[in-house]
C-alpha cells in the first residue's frame, strides 16, 4: 500500500494484547470493539487526507464527497447511541456497578460538539462552496477527543473481565444486532469499505458473515450512492486499496 493510506494520521487500535486469549468474553468483545473502531479511524483518515484534494470544480465528485462525509457521520451516530441506549445500560446491570460506562458517556460528549460542526458542514455545504482546508479544520477539532474515546473504551471492555464472560457476550451480540438495524444503503458499504481483511496478517474476520453479503453490499446496497463508495479505503471484500483522491 501506499505510504499515505487510511491508517494515518490517526493511528489504529492493536489488538495484540487481548485477541488472542479465549480465558473470558471481555477480550473477545475488547477484539470486536477495537476492530469497529479502526473501521471509523479508517473512514476518518480518508476523509483527512482526501479533503484537500476533491477537484472543485467537478461538482459531482465534491457533491459525492459531501456524502460519504454524511455516511461516515450518520455511522458514528448510530455507533455510539446504540451503545448509550442498549449496550452500557447491558453493562452496568451485568456488573451491578452503577455508573460503570458513565466516563465513556462522558467521552462521547466531549467529542459532540466538533463532530456536529462537521456534520452539518457536510450536510449544509454546496458542492460550489466546499473548501476542504475548512473540512480538515472542522476534522481536527474534534478527532483528538475521539480517537482518545475510542482506544479507551476498548481499555474498559478489557476490565469487563471480572464479570460474568456469558452474560457479557449476551450483551455484546444484542448490541451487534442494534447495529445492523440500520440504512444498509448509506451504512453497509461504508463499513465493508473501511473494513481491512489484511489487519495484523489477516488473522480477524470482521466483519464476520457469509461469503455472499460483500457482492449483496456491492451490487444492490451499493448502487443507490455509488459514487461516495470511491472514496473508501477498502473494496466491499474488505481488500485495501489506494486512495481515490490523494498527495
Not at 12 to 32: C, E, G, N
Not at 126 to 136: A, M, N, S, T, V
Request: glycine share 6%; net charge negative; charged share 25%.
Amino acid at each position: 500500500m501506499p505510504s499515505r493510506w487510511a491508517d494515518q494520521p490517526y493511528s489504529l487500535i492493536s489488538t495484540d494484547p487481548f485477541s488472542k486469549d479465549s480465558s473470558h468474553a471481555a477480550y473477545y468483545v475488547a477484539t470486536q470493539m477495537a476492530l469497529a473502531h479502526n473501521g471509523i479511524m479508517r473512514g476518518l483518515n480518508s476523509i483527512y487526507l482526501q479533503a484537500p484534494h476533491i477537484p472543485r470544480e467537478d461538482l459531482t465528485t465534491t457533491r459525492d464527497f459531501l456524502t460519504y462525509c454524511q455516511c461516515w457521520c450518520e455511522s458514528m451516530h448510530h455507533h455510539h447511541d446504540s451503545e448509550e441506549e442498549i449496550f452500557f445500560p447491558s453493562i452496568e446491570q451485568i456488573s451491578g456497578v452503577q455508573g460503570l460506562m458513565e466516563q465513556n458517556v462522558e467521552q462521547h460528549r466531549a467529542f459532540t460538539p466538533g463532530f456536529e460542526q462537521f456534520q452539518k458542514y457536510a450536510q449544509t455545504c454546496l458542492p460550489k462552496d466546499y473548501d476542504g482546508g475548512k473540512l480538515r479544520n472542522l476534522i481536527e477539532d474534534f478527532a483528538g477527543p475521539l480517537t482518545q474515546h475510542l482506544r479507551d473504551e476498548v481499555e474498559t471492555l478489557r476490565g469487563l473481565d471480572k464479570y460474568d464472560s456469558a452474560r457479557i457476550r449476551q450483551a455484546y451480540q444484542r448490541f451487534e444486532k442494534a447495529l445492523m438495524a440500520t440504512d444498509n444503503y448509506r451504512i453497509a458499504p461504508l463499513v465493508f469499505g473501511t473494513a481491512d481483511r489484511r489487519f495484523e496478517g489477516g488473522m480477524h474476520d470482521f466483519p464476520s458473515v457469509p461469503f455472499f453479503v460483500p457482492y449483496v453490499i456491492h451490487h444492490i446496497f451499493g448502487r443507490k450512492h455509488r459514487g461516495a463508495w470511491r472514496f473508501n479505503p477498502c473494496t466491499a471484500w474488505r481488500d485495501p486499496r489506494e486512495l481515490a483522491y490523494k498527495e
